[in-house]
């Protein structure tokens, strides 16, 4: 993204009142022009997050330069919990920058989160993988399961356990979780009539849930490199508009946001993945899991009929 772009986004993200920025990958702390949208984004009084695989801030000079700024939370999306799952995952020699980065930023006092995505491989090494992230320097661990991705139009699997694989895992983490020094989240983004009903109760008390992704309901504005809005991170070849040609400012984009193409879309994110969804007690708890997995997965085949409301 150029200068001038970046620069006209943030300022128009501040007129229309957003409280936090995130600047998330690509890598971000590789973006030539960081410094000068973070100064942007905090001489417009809004908050910063940021997303990164962790590897630059093995360097001291630029995690202590990243200190400088008020971030309400810096997140490392861990890609392996050790050298040899990392490179599988990213064909690069990494890990250890990870952790080095993971150190430093604890060292200047922006204790990072981290962000571990289980892919369907990663089922087999859950235990190790906890006891690894429950190991590092940082204030807090949110984790979640890969989704398909649609690419071209078309659902691709990419590494996404389904939704049975997951509420076995997600059983099995939750059990282990009262056990760890550490505040985790973990969504399941599966129907809750998958889980037996003790790890269900914990999942509704836990506010694990779904509901209020920012693709069902517009709560959240996503614009790519190239100005698009995308609705989410799994339709990242899919642009519901443009900044410059679908809206300018705040007028325009009220119109564009609440038109028709934007519309329909978050309809279809609500759309019952099932017929057994449509009296389901649970349905306001769950909404039928995260709708791209019924891009890929047939719903049929895993939702089964709950308590009827």
């Excluded at 059990?175 to 889980?195: G, Q, T, V, Y």
Aim: glycine share 8%.
């Amino acid at each position: 993204m150029s200068r001038e772009k970046a620069e006209s986004l943030v300022n128009f993200m501040a007129d229309l009142g957003i409280k936090t920025v995130s600047l998330i990958g690509g890598e971000p702390n590789l973006y030539r022009d960081l410094f000068y949208v973070l100064d942007l984004i905090s001489q417009n009084g809004m908050g910063i997050m940021i997303t990164s695989n962790g590897r630059r801030f093995s360097d001291i000079r630029f995690s202590r330069k990243m200190a400088k700024y008020k971030f309400q939370n810096i997140s490392i999306s861990l890609k392996g919990i050790d050298r040899e799952q990392y490179m599988r995952q990213t064909n690069a020699d990494g890990f250890d920058d990870v952790c080095q980065g993971i150190k430093n930023l604890a060292a200047e006092g922006l204790s990072p989160s981290l962000f571990f995505t289980f892919g369907r491989t990663a089922l087999g090494h859950i235990d190790k993988t906890l006891e690894f992230l429950s190991s590092l320097e940082a204030n807090s661990i949110a984790m979640n399961f890969a989704n398909p991705v649609i690419i071209d139009g078309k659902a691709r699997d990419m590494d996404a356990p389904d939704p049975v694989q997951i509420a076995d895992a997600y059983t099995r983490i939750i059990r282990k979780i009262p056990s760890i020094d550490k505040d985790m989240f973990l969504a399941p983004s599966i129907p809750l009539c998958l889980l037996d009903p003790d790890i269900k109760a914990i999942a509704i008390k836990r506010k694990m849930l779904t509901g209020t992704c920012y693709a069902r309901v517009g709560s959240g504005l996503i614009f790519s490199p190239e100005g698009e809005v995308i609705p989410c991170h799994q339709f990242t070849d899919y642009a519901l508009g443009s900044y410059g040609a679908d809206f300018t400012d705040i007028g325009s984009f009220k119109a564009f946001w609440y038109g028709d193409k934007c519309l329909n879309f978050r309809r279809m994110m609500n759309n019952y993945p099932s017929a057994d969804c449509i009296e389901c007690a649970d349905w306001v708890n769950c909404f039928g899991g995260c709708p791209i997995k019924w891009f890929y997965f047939h719903p049929q085949r895993y939702i089964k009929k709950g308590v009827t409301a």
